[in-house]
């Protein structure tokens, strides 16, 4: 089935103007000329960008279905805005060879309503294996150099040079130091031995900046001496910045990642929040939250993505030292980045056309154009003639997050009862409506 989006205002690569998008055989064409009874959507008054690619999902399939699933979370996802999602290796069995790659993608393609690939996840002793595989299988080899939820912690050096060497293929880090963090949390945990009371602002000075600028130096310089392609999840400090560049997309080894948490919220928050903000690294200080948003505008953090990581209630009710870290977030990630554009502070600003016009360009770079180039994905992520027809039609409203509006399996947010002035009022995926379209698993190509 064909489709025109009729006098929307077409955000892509850079630009901001108001026209017509044409879909022909769930891919986007050039003209009307190409199309056959085509149905028509008028988005008259709205916003239209290609989906979001979401590059750091958790959505708990296989063996950890109690907190999440590919079903719920990839309809979460697609309430959002978001048409893509690649989705981490630490669940039950881990992703961490062939053969439970592929348990998990005819689990996708059984239950996901959103198009999907996968890491595999890097361990001490599955290196042979890992580097064996085609790079283009796929999506990217993820690597904890700080313990969090799955315990998949690599820290043999030997193993770390040689991945680092030999591998082909983009490597996804965590970066926090392991040694720093142990023995933050046992100076806690000593001092509120026999006794509670200890809270979740603890996190970020357990998992702290220099855990994190510590890890993530080690990693950078580890590629900078092998040469290799190193993408540094969720940064969440203003020192990391420093090891960063802003040179152009197309030359950089090292690029960097940044979550909507880490931009929403601050260390202020663990007072109303606790435990439904603890995520690892840590959500840190209000310089840290504002030095982020100015990396993003400067070129030095390339992607944002949410590292959505639903838990239950029951276990984020549990004391902090015992309570998992992980927020689930891919249901609002979208509007949270908008909100920045849309909120009645902004638009009654001074020169609010002009800051329009840059930043919300930009927000569909980091969050649609820049993670399909760095992870090779296949025409997605932009709205070009020939690509796959995924594409969002935001329109400005007043919408509000409720209990009763969230989809995720978990049924909690830390948002509930925030108000955003976006609603995400249309989503084609793969050419169609996304109520009646048919996910694809995600081609990549390096």
């Known amino acids: 089935m064909d489709y025109i989006i009729h006098n929307g205002t077409i955000i892509n690569e850079g630009t901001l103007r108001v026209g017509d998008l044409f879909i022909h055989n769930g891919r986007l064409a050039e003209n009307e000329s190409q199309l056959h009874n085509p149905q028509h959507f008028d988005a008259s008054g709205c916003y239209v960008m290609p989906g979001v690619i979401d590059t750091h999902v958790h959505f708990r399939d296989p063996g950890l279905t109690a907190k999440a699933d590919f079903d719920t ?17 630490n669940t039950l069995p881990q992703t961490t060879t062939l053969e439970t790659l592929e348990e998990k993608e005819a689990i996708a393609a059984a239950k996901s309503r959103v198009n999907y690939g996968f890491m595999l996840g890097a361990t001490n002793d599955n290196l042979d294996a890992l580097l064996a595989l085609p790079p283009t299988r796929y999506a990217a080899i993820k690597l904890f150099l700080g313990s969090s939820t799955g315990n998949m912690l690599v820290n043999d050096p030997k193993t770390l040079d040689r991945l680092f060497a030999e591998s082909r293929k983009l490597i996804v880090a965590h970066c926090e130091d392991e040694g720093i963090i142990a023995a933050n949390l046992r100076n806690y945990r000593l001092e509120y031995a026999g006794k509670e009371g200890e809270t979740a602002a603890l996190h970020p000075k357990i998992r702290n900046t220099e855990a994190c600028f510590v890890s993530t130096y080690k990693a950078i310089e580890r590629a ?8 540094i999840a969720h940064l969440s ?4 910045l420093s090891l960063l560049s802003n040179q152009d997309l197309s030359q950089k080894l090292i690029t960097a990642e940044v979550t909507p948490n880490h931009l929403w919220f601050d260390d202020r928050d663990y007072a109303a929040l606790g435990n439904l903000i603890k995520c690892n690294p840590a959500i840190k200080s209000d310089d840290d939250r504002l030095a982020l948003w100015a990396a993003l505008q400067d070129g030095l953090i390339d992607t944002i993505a949410t590292d959505h ?5 029951e276990e984020k009710q549990r004391r902090y030292f015992d309570a998992p870290g992980g927020i689930p ?14 909120s009645p502070a902004a638009k009654n600003q001074d020169g609010y056309d002009d800051y329009l016009r840059e930043w919300f360009p930009l927000i ?10 760095i992870f ?6 932009f709205l070009r003639p020939g690509y796959h027809a995924d594409v969002v039609v935001v329109e400005p409203a007043e919408t509000t997050v409720t209990p009763e509006s969230l989809l995720y399996k978990c049924g909690w947010s830390p948002l509930t009862g925030s108000t955003f002035h976006t609603r995400i009022r249309k989503v084609f995926l793969n050419g169609m409506p996304a109520e009646q379209s048919t996910p694809e698993p995600l081609v990549f190509t390096k």
Do not use: W
């Not at 979370?73 to 290796?89: C, W, Y």
């Not at 569909?364 to 180039?373: L, Q, R, S, Y």
């Not at 090779?376 to 992520?381: D, S």
């Open 73 to 89: 979370e990839s309809r979460a996802a697609l309430a959002g805005g978001v048409t893509s999602v690649i989705d981490m290796p």
């Open 224 to 231: 900078r001496r092998h040469g290799t392609r190193l993408h």
């Open 237 to 240: 400090t203003a020192t990391e």
């Open 309 to 313: 990581a639903p838990h239950t209630l």
């Open 329 to 342: 977030s891919i249901q609002h990630s979208l509007q949270m980045m908008l909100e920045s554009l849309f």
């Open 364 to 373: 569909v770079e980091k969050m649609c154009h820049n993670p399909a180039v």
């Open 376 to 381: 090779g994905i296949k025409e997605r992520g």
